[in-house]
């Protein structure tokens, strides 16, 4: 399969805890999208990077979270010291770059839960 | 600020009905509109867009037309199948944007 992967699918973490999440993009996309999606919402963007280079960050990218694309090609997204309130399904999305919109194709989430 | 507006949901619909899902947008500029779908389990999956005022996005059945006058951009489909139950997503990206900035949602069932 060579579509977005994210591993893992589910997590579950007591409050205070670090968790790590990963997103392997589709190989050949340099674009690399991470976005929050609570219960009974739309997704919510969190950050982007071209290759390596983190170019974007939303405000509901707090302190305690930290995204890094290391080689430009895979991701991840730690949350450190989690809060009951980070419970949500994390979503990794990745596109290519060109002139024309280049639709972004988005991985099944991780779906984190912390009691 | 940038917002997108839809149809609350849960629509139950019965196999061949007719759908509509509306979705209206506020955002400055000329923003590109998309439609995707969630189906049970699987990840999100663009299902059809538009990049300018009065074109219309076409897939699988489904249309929607990018009204700029009204700010719209419904989603419709002639005849719905129990297949198509899913969650919709309405969505804009700005111009010169990168990220996409989705609507609530709505959850639509079909049922035989």
């Known amino acids: 399969d060579t579509g977005v992967s994210q591993d893992p699918r589910h997590k579950i973490t007591k409050r205070g805890q670090n968790v790590t999440f990963r997103c392997d993009p589709i190989?050949?996309?340099?674009?690399l999208y991470w976005y929050r999606q609570t219960l009974g919402q739309g997704p919510e963007f969190l950050t982007y990077?071209?290759?390596?280079?983190?170019?974007?960050k939303s405000r509901l990218l707090s302190d305690r979270f930290s995204a890094e694309r290391p080689k430009g090609s895979f991701s991840t997204l730690e949350i450190q010291r989690t809060e009951q309130g980070d419970s949500a399904m994390y979503l990794c999305?990745?596109?290519?770059?060109?002139?024309?919109?280049?639709?972004?194709?988005f991985g099944p989430g991780t779906r984190l839960t912390v009691l | 600020g940038d917002s997108v507006t839809q149809m609350e949901g849960p629509v139950t619909l019965s196999e061949e009905a007719f759908l509509t899902i509306n979705c209206t947008y506020t955002?400055?500029?000329?923003?590109?509109l998309f439609w995707y779908v969630q189906y049970p389990g699987e990840g999100l999956q663009l299902l059809l867009k538009?990049?300018?005022?009065?074109d219309k996005g076409s897939n699988k059945g489904f249309e929607a037309t990018y009204r700029k006058e009204t700010t719209s951009f419904h989603l419709e489909k002639g005849s719905v199948q129990v297949s198509d139950s899913a969650v919709y997503f309405c969505?804009?990206?700005?111009?010169?944007?990168?990220?996409?900035?989705f609507g609530t949602g709505t959850r639509l069932t079909v049922i035989p």
């Open positions: 969505a804009l990206r700005k111009t010169g944007a990168n990220n996409l900035f």
């Open positions: 538009a990049t300018k005022a009065d």
């Open positions: 190989s050949e996309h340099n674009r």
């Open positions: 999305a990745s596109s290519s770059t060109g002139r024309l919109y280049n639709e972004q194709f």
């Open positions: 955002a400055t500029g000329y923003p590109s």
């Open positions: 990077f071209q290759n390596e280079a983190q170019l974007e």
